[in-house]
């Protein structure tokens, strides 16, 4: 649970490999998305915007995701072996685990 009076901190999570450009803009749109909602975003996309080994990435990803509230699903995240990885641990950990698409309204302290 994020601390009283801040902001959730959300770890975006998504598919990636095989799609144009990582599917960066969709990162990057979600991210945005967010941050006007008033939430504290962590966006892959912005950790690894040119790390070619996915390994690494995975490393650095999952250590921003184990400093977040809340996960927030892409639709299509069952299709990556990475984002598949990220909402177990996530689940196994006790972040919150919700479909972007489902955070809608903003954030307020007073929720």
């Not at 990636?16 to 945005?32: S, V």
């Not at 941050?35 to 490393?59: D, F, I, T």
């Amino acid at each position: 649970m994020p601390e009283q009076n801040r902001a959730p901190r959300i770890y975006v999570s998504g598919r990636m490999t095989g799609l144009p450009d990582l599917n960066f803009p969709a990162f990057h749109a979600e991210a945005y998305r967010l941050r006007a909602l008033g939430y504290e975003v962590v966006n892959p996309a912005e950790l690894n915007p040119s790390e070619p080994c996915w390994k690494a990435c995975m490393r650095k990803d999952i250590a921003a995701l184990m400093e977040c509230d809340w996960i927030a699903m892409l639709p299509g995240w069952q299709l990556s072996r990475g984002a598949t990885e990220e909402h177990r641990l996530a689940e196994l950990v006790g972040i919150e685990v919700v479909a972007a698409n489902c955070i809608v309204r903003p954030w307020s302290a007073s929720a």
